[in-house]
Nanobody, 122 residues
Framework: QVHFVESGGGLVQPGGSLRLSCTAS????????MGWYRQAPGMQRELVAG?????????NYADSVKGRFTISRASAKNTVYLQMNSLKPEDTAVYYC??????????????WGQGTQVTVSS
């Protein structure tokens, strides 16, 4: 089993900033990607940003957050951060930490965190 500790969500005014963090623990052997997804009410869950856990050099972002959000990982490789700047009301959603794994015996699989609420409102 894999467990996540997510933190950093909350209420912020438009134009403000928040920093989300997520630490994975447990059976994390084989982890190779971590990232954040979000889901707004009535909407499908969508990828926000992802990063490779090995080097931290490969990142990808949703077009809607490019230039405003930055994903990074700690040197421990099982912790990722999402720095969110210039927040907009449309960024309001539950943000979920996500990790992908690969093991020869199991193939590829993924785990989700429990989610943290981000609300952007004046």
């Amino acid at each position: 089993q894999v467990h996540f500790v997510e933190s950093g969500g909350g209420l912020v005014q438009p134009g403000g900033s928040l920093r989300l963090s997520c630490t994975a623990s447990g059976s994390i052997f084989g982890i190779y990607t971590m990232g954040w997804y979000r889901q707004a009410p009535g909407m499908q869950r969508e990828l926000v940003a992802g990063i490779d856990t090995d080097t931290g050099s490969k990142t990808n972002y949703a077009d809607s957050v490019k230039g405003r959000f930055t994903i990074s990982r700690a040197s421990a490789k099982n912790t990722v951060y999402l720095q969110m700047n210039s927040l907009k009301p449309e960024d309001t959603a539950v943000y979920y930490c996500h990790a992908e794994f690969y093991e020869r015996a199991r193939g590829q699989y993924a785990y989700w965190g429990q989610g943290t609420q981000v609300t952007v409102s004046s």
